[in-house]
């Protein structure tokens, strides 16, 4: 006898939304903890003069919300790891190493087009948040917010809960996309949403055909790393050459296009839910 398929899934859409709700709700509630902590020391509880008082503010919201959402939703995240199961490939170093290049190369590529494409001038909600937040950071409180914390918790609840979530309902295709405009979404601000989108995209590729969340999780951390390193090369760039940005750019999308090639052919991890569907 066939199982009830809502008995398999959850509760449909909700299911599928609320971790990226749930984000949210904490990121919010983390402005709010670390801006009275901070208001209750300099006295000064307007947003614009707290970030000026303590420059770090971004950073400190960032890493109370991430550990904050991580520990709050773990045992959601294991719950979801007996419901749909978990099946690795086992993927050799060479692939890791792959995937990670593809992904730093594909999405500095892609930031290179968007930075320089104009819409930055139109949507500045990147440039006046975005950036300016993390210039001049203490470097320990960023590396912890951005390459490490940042990319664990958006893995876990992107692809490790809102992708498989979406993936037993609709497929492949329908989860990764719904689940990359979510994390665009996530990031409030246009730039971001596009490059978000897709980033996410290839991240759930990769998910799907190593079936190891550690993999996106990995990836996710060299392209933020190398977001953070490449300023100081891509200035020498630009001094010696105008064109030189493009050139790099040209270079890292032929990496990425070997690199996406090289992910698509690989064969899908197939899921345990899939197989115990396949028994039923």
């Keep these: 006898m066939k199982s ?12 599928v939304l609320f971790p990226t709700v ?24 307007e947003i614009d003069a707290m970030a000026k008082e ?13 550990a904050g959402a991580l520990l709050l939703q773990y045992k959601n995240f294991k719950v979801d790891e007996m419901r749909f199961g978990s099946s690795r490939n086992n993927w ?3 692939k890791w190493a792959a995937a990670c290049l ?23 909600g990147y440039t006046t948040v975005g950036v300016k937040a993390f210039e001049n950071q203490n470097l320990f409180l960023l590396l912890l917010s951005t390459v490490v914390l940042g990319p664990v918790c958006e893995e876990v609840f992107f692809r490790g809960m809102t992708f498989r979530r979406a993936r037993a309902q609709w497929g492949f295709l329908p989860a990764a996309v719904l689940s990359s405009v979510l994390f665009g979404l996530y990031h409030m601000n246009v730039i971001q949403f596009l490059y978000a989108c897709g980033i996410g995209l290839l991240l759930a590729r990769i998910y799907q055909s190593s079936g190891d969340l550690r993999l996106p999780v990995l990836a996710h951390m060299c392209v933020n790393a190398w977001a953070i390193a490449a300023d100081p090369f891509l ?12 050139i790099t750019a040209a270079v890292e999308a032929v990496f990425a296009g070997a690199g996406m090639y090289l992910l698509i052919v690989c064969k899908s991890a197939k899921n345990t839910y899939n197989k115990k569907n396949k028994k039923n």
């Design 22 to 45: 749930f984000l949210l709700l904490t990121e919010a509630s983390a402005v709010v903890l670390v801006g009275l902590v901070i208001g209750r020391f300099s006295g000064e509880y």
């Design 92 to 94: 050799p170093v060479w």
């Design 4 to 15: 009830n398929k809502t008995d398999r899934i959850g509760t449909g859409w909700w299911d």
């Design 235 to 246: 200035e020498g760039v630009l001094k010696v050459s105008g064109t030189g940005l493009w």
């Design 54 to 66: 303590v420059t770090a503010m971004p950073l400190l919201v960032s890493i109370t919300f991430y």
């Design 102 to 124: 593809t992904l730093v190369c594909a999405g500095h590529a892609w930031s290179i087009v968007l930075l320089h494409s104009g819409l930055t001038a139109v949507f500045t």
